[in-house]
């Protein structure tokens, strides 16, 4: 073996995780996802309101676009959701992450659930940009899309352009 310490067992047990060997082509090809976080649980507040949940992620610096009128919060009570926060290895159009999406029975996270993340775990965004699918506006011609990000030493709540390609250092919050 190429490598000290592989064994048949682990390569079995790395084939059996990526879902036989079309899963390990798929990974190959960069049309596989990988999944950043395990499955983790978030806890949504419904009762709050946006500018509530905002305050809660105590961002450095806010869109002053992100407002309830453009993304309204509709729930009841208090909820808990499965979640993952993933990155396909690859640049991808929104198109493409939606459908590779649904293929594995995921959605697109939504606005609270991104802030309810980023107010759990605040560093995460300081690594990379973090977007909503499903969260997402038209602002001055272009669809924006809710997002975490990082610059300099501000955390950000912002709204990303989508230019048809998402870079491969962007990671997507979903829910399952």
């Not at 965004?125 to 809710?146: E, H, M």
Request: aromatic share 10%.
């Amino acid at each position: 073996m190429k490598h000290e310490g592989v064994t048949l067992d682990l390569v079995d047990a790395v084939f059996d995780k990526l879902g036989g060997i079309f899963g390990a082509e798929r990974l190959l090809r960069g049309e596989l996802q990988i999944v950043l976080f395990k499955p983790d649980i978030l806890t949504i507040n419904y009762s709050l309101t946006l500018e509530e949940m905002i305050a809660l992620g105590r961002y450095d610096w806010c869109n002053h676009e992100i407002t309830s009128k453009r993304f309204p919060i509709v729930g009841d009570g208090i909820q808990e959701i499965n979640f993952h926060l993933i990155n396909f290895g690859r640049s991808i159009t929104t198109e493409e992450a939606r459908r590779e999406l649904a293929r594995q029975d995921l959605m697109p996270a939504k606005i609270e659930h991104l802030l309810a993340f980023a107010a759990k775990f605040p560093d995460e965004q300081k690594q990379f940009p973090i977007i909503s699918l499903n969260s997402f506006s038209l602002i001055r011609g272009g669809c924006r899309y809710v997002s975490l990000g990082y610059t300099g030493n501000q955390r950000e709540l912002n709204l990303d352009l989508d230019d048809d390609c998402w870079r491969d250092y962007y990671r997507f919050l979903v829910i399952s």
